[in-house]
């Protein structure tokens, strides 16, 4: 089978090795699985680049004025008026540019290809997806990495406004809509703008349980090189530094929580346009020395952290149930998170892990010395987390298998 997949997202989404593993998996089995698969993006570099890419024949193109290396070059703070203004304009024009290049790329690889499959990696190329399915006669495949909160703008007319092109994209004539189950309720708002049940595909992402292989000298080597106490916790977020994912709200509790508890550290695995505020925040409050950033890094090191800390923390507002938590389960962490739906499967408060309502965020200093100093509840949080994760969770060949399955039925 002949695909051309369209996607806002590179098929790594933070660099080479670094960040959701969804869409490189994806491509990477159908490939794998000796599919023609032509992926086609924007470039974060100056040119366009054409390769192939473990056998997937890459496409990272060039939009005019280069918007996209602009906006993937660093982030940009949203708490500024006129940075926040620029990042609004980016986007937008990411948005029109990438729908006509797309097309037009796509376009003059399918006479070559003549494609029997479009795949639309997020709703940003849907529209450009469709039209090449209907040109080509092939099988259109719209996939969601989660829906962000448009369920929640839904619900409100001026959301609604704001995001029509979204809600128009989901409301395109697909074969199938594949929506990671993440927590953001996707499934629910396809069914609301009337997208018919039998074509929802509601899928957790798989996980790579070879993310805990026991390693006794990774806490020791890991507090080394940050050089924090060989006898401190390690409180860790893997989560995007972003108001979505309440870091704000984390953050600028961690003085209290270092007051009740100065045997404890914290990482923060990941990067976002709220960073630059949140780290003048940490190092006017002079707790920089126990608050890490790292920075996006790659998968292999991200395992090592996860590995040194002892409990892993999610506070969401809306998805809490994604790879990163998966991964957390598999090593063995203790969680905390924000309590959603999604969660409530896997998660369950006093067993493996704790779940916080929205209202107890403002507590989360006394619930996290809690917990790090319970040692016993520690290791029964941690002990029965990892059995979760074998009970519940797919690896990403049982994933991708599921959705071969479903892409070959067409």
Known sequence: MKIISLSFLDIWPAGEGKGIPSIYASQKALADRGHDVYFICPTRKEQTEILDYQGIHLYRIRLPFN?????????????RFFSHVKATLLHNLIWLFFLIYSFGWALKIARRAKPQLIYCHDLTPAFSAWALSRIFS???????????????????????????????????????????KDGTKADVLARQLGVKEEKIRHWRNGVDFGFYLPDPEIGNKIRAQLGLRQDWKIIISTSRIYYFYNMDKFIYQLPEL?????????????SGPDRERL???VREQKIADRVIFTGTVEKSYVRELVKASDVYIALSRYSNANNSLFEAMVAGKAIIATENEEIKELITSGENGYLLKEEELDHLPEILNRILLNEPALLKYQTNVRKTAQEKLWTWEQRMAEEIKLLESL
């Open 279 to 281: 780290q003048d925040y």
């Open 258 to 270: 270092f007051r009740l508890n100065p045997d404890c550290a914290c990482i923060i695995a990941h």
């Open 138 to 180: 092939a099988k259109l495949i719209l996939r969601m990495y989660g829906a962000r909160d448009l369920y929640w703008r839904h619900q409100h007319f001026w959301g609604r406004v704001k995001e029509c092109r979204d809600f128009a994209a989901l409301k395109l004539p697909a074969d199938y809509l594949i929506i990671t």
């Open 67 to 79: 918007v996209s290396a602009k906006l993937f070059a660093g982030y940009i703070r949203t708490d």
